[in-house]
Nanobody
Framework: QVQFVESGGGWVQPGGSLRLSCASS????????VGWYRQAPGEQREMVVN???????YYADSVQGRFTLIRDDAKNTVYLEMTKLKPEDTAVYYC??????????WGQGIQVTVSS
């Protein structure tokens, strides 16, 4: 069973930065795409960024230019660098990985709170 363990969340003031990490128990080469999603209270889970193994990452309009997905194959870890954070970025963030059989794996979720 594949496991993804997230870390790095917390509280930050507007305009600040955070870096989320998602460590996989298996090589990332087992997956055709990796990404990050988020879910705010009372809202549906939404895509933040998705990156196929071949191709460029695709970012949601709301985070374009502020968030960056970084993939470290040597560490089997995916990062989400978040800058210029806004209160509307407050949510539980989930890392995601998809197999060739379109099976999705998720991290446990980690809280990010942006407030003054």
């Amino acid at each position: 069973q594949v496991q993804f363990v997230e870390s790095g969340g917390g509280w930050v003031q507007p305009g600040g930065s955070l870096r989320l990490s998602c460590a996989s128990s298996r090589s990332l080469f087992n997956f055709v795409a990796v990404g990050w999603y988020r879910q705010a209270p009372g809202e549906q889970r939404e895509m933040v960024v998705n990156k196929p193994n071949t191709g460029s990452p695709y970012y949601a309009d709301s985070v374009q230019g502020r968030f960056t997905l970084i993939r470290d194959d040597a560490k089997n870890t995916v990062y989400l660098e978040m800058t210029k954070l806004k209160p509307e970025d407050t949510a539980v963030y989930y890392c995601n990985a998809r197999t060739r059989d379109t099976e999705d794996y998720w991290g446990q979720g980690i809280q990010v709170t942006v407030s003054s």
